[in-house]
Nanobody, 123 residues
């Protein structure tokens, strides 16, 4: 699956952004989808995932209550609504399609990745 992420930018602390992820070559409707992020000098970390139907979501503790993952299978899109952004949310955010068995919180279980979009939150 070829994925393209967009929506990043430079915002002040407390602001909101919505990231989008689209599949350009096939339908996403059968995939669990995840968002991950990687801050400078740090390892990639799990942010959120959503089941193929959209009926189940799960978040990292660091973003719970502030971020919302959603999807529109008719549009082949996955979104990450980010509210109350903090400087520590600064990172490159990537969407991914889960293609392997295992925990959906592990990046190792995702076989297709978007190119990433940079989110910078200033204090």
């Amino acid at each position: 699956v070829q994925l393209q992420a967009s929506g990043g930018g430079l915002v002040q602390a407390g602001a909101s952004l919505r990231l989008s992820c689209v599949a350009v070559d096939r339908t996403l409707s059968s995939y669990t989808m995840g968002w991950f992020r990687q801050a400078p000098g740090k390892e990639r970390e799990f942010v959120a995932h959503i089941s193929s139907s959209g009926g189940s979501t799960y978040y990292a503790d660091s973003v719970k209550g502030r971020f919302t993952i959603s999807r529109d299978n008719a549009k082949n899109m996955v979104y990450l609504q980010m509210n109350s952004l903090k400087p520590e949310d600064t990172a490159v955010y990537s969407c991914a399609a889960k293609s392997r068995t295992g925990l959906p919180t592990s990046s190792n279980n995702y076989g297709s990745w978007g190119q990433g979009t940079l989110v910078t939150v200033s204090s």
